[in-house]
């Protein structure tokens, strides 16, 4: 029997309605599996803790965080109750630094049954790989004079380790997909840290050889997502980069609310943490029609992240599955229930 100990924090929001629903999924996973069980505890961090204790996480959050063997999380922010930036940064963002969550993985992929804002796309399945720790979100800079002399300097920070680790795992996710990976880059317009990320690209793409290499800059990358998505398979970003093709990934697939996302620590130090890319949604708390899809193929990373691969690639069949019988919440184009999208994926399961 193989055990997986995840501490769950749904947050806010539609975290709550989501991230509950993911968790019977899993549950069924392991009532069909047998070999393998999911041992979830709750951490009620989120925005209404903040309000009872002035703090988004209590003073031993991390320290009690740090056992798990993932974190599990819905969405942060409720900005009547908490300013956006100090719900993220007291919870999400410090995560992700102190647990050296290194890499984002966004994945993006064309499912049956979703209306994707393209017009006849193409079969797309891709895979950006975002540097999570440094690149443009640096905080080195400052900023002089108050008059009309006033400047900001916003210093990016690029270094050897960072770099070549994001490409590193780049690689190694194309060699258990389509081979291919395709560096961001922006080396025609910025002259110091852009051909230095490519001159890393190259000497990591010569340890990989039975890997296609081959680099892009950004504008026209994050216009070739639009128009032919098909030809990807991993993309390697900086945080920047990265950050901004991956709301094309998510945006190209039809909905925010089924794009998934991990941030992975790769030291093995501490836990990674898996969470959906959409927010809290507070436009429709307590409808019950909060998409639980981005939550769910959420956990499938979660899945493949614990070396259960195939289970993971069942459950995205299965969700594809429910999606291709009309299984649609409203963001979708349906009238679908969070319930009921998924009993049904529960039920499929059960049945396999
Ligand atoms: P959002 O992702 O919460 O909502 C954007 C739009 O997408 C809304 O119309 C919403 O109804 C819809 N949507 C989002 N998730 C959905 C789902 N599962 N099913 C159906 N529709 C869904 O982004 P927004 O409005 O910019 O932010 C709201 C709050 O969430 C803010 O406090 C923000 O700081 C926080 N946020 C947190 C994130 C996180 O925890 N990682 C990420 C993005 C925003
Ligand atoms: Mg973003």
């Known amino acids: 029997m193989k055990g997986f100990s995840i501490a769950s924090i749904p947050g806010d929001g539609v975290g709550k309605e989501v991230v509950p629903a993911a968790q019977r999924v899993l549950k069924a996973i392991s009532d069909v599996h ?8 709750e951490f009620p961090y989120s925005c209404e803790y903040y309000l009872e204790h002035g703090k988004m996480m209590a003073d031993d959050g991390l320290e009690r965080l740090k056992e798990f063997d993932a974190i599990f999380l819905g969405a942060v ?58 690149g443009e979100y640096s905080t080195v800079g400052g900023k002089m004079y108050q008059n009309e002399d006033q ?32 560096s961001a880059t922006k080396s025609n317009g910025i002259v110091h840290s852009m051909p230095f990320w ?40 900086s945080n920047l980069f990265g950050d901004i093709l991956t709301d094309i990934g998510a945006a190209i697939m039809g909905s925010i609310g089924i794009a998934p996302a991990a941030n992975i620590n790769v030291n093995g130090k501490y836990p990674s943490m898996f969470e959906p890319v959409h927010g809290s949604a507070p436009d429709i708390i307590g409808k019950g029609i909060a998409n639980p899809i981005g939550q769910i193929w959420t956990a499938k990373l979660m899945l493949d992240h614990f070396g259960e691969e195939e289970l993971g690639s069942k459950l995205l069949d299965v969700i594809e599955d429910v999606l291709k019988s009309g299984f649609l919440t409203p963001d979708i184009g349906g009238t679908s229930t969070t319930k009921e999208v998924t009993d049904e994926i529960i039920k499929r399961l059960k049945s396999l």
């Open 34 to 41: 047998g070999g393998l069980s999911f041992e979830f505890t």
């Open 77 to 134: 922010g409720n900005s009547l109750l908490v300013p956006d930036h100090v719900s993220l940064w007291g919870l999400l963002i410090k995560i992700r630094r102190e647990f050296e969550q290194v890499i984002n993985i966004r994945p993006a992929k064309l499912l049956q049954g979703i209306r994707s804002p393209l017009a006849n796309p193409n079969d797309f399945d891709l895979l950006v790989v975002r540097e999570n720790s440094e």
């Open 151 to 182: 400047i900001a300097i916003q210093n990016n920070v690029f270094s050897r380790r960072g770099t070549e680790r994001a490409m590193r795992f780049a690689f190694e996710m194309a060699a258990k997909r389509k081979k291919h990976v395709t």
């Open 198 to 237: 490519d001159e890393v690209f190259q000497c990591t793409a010569n340890d990989y050889p039975e890997i296609a290499a081959d680099s892009q800059h950004i504008d026209a990358l994050a216009a070739f997502f639009v128009t032919q998505p098909e030809r990807f398979d991993v993309i390697v970003a």
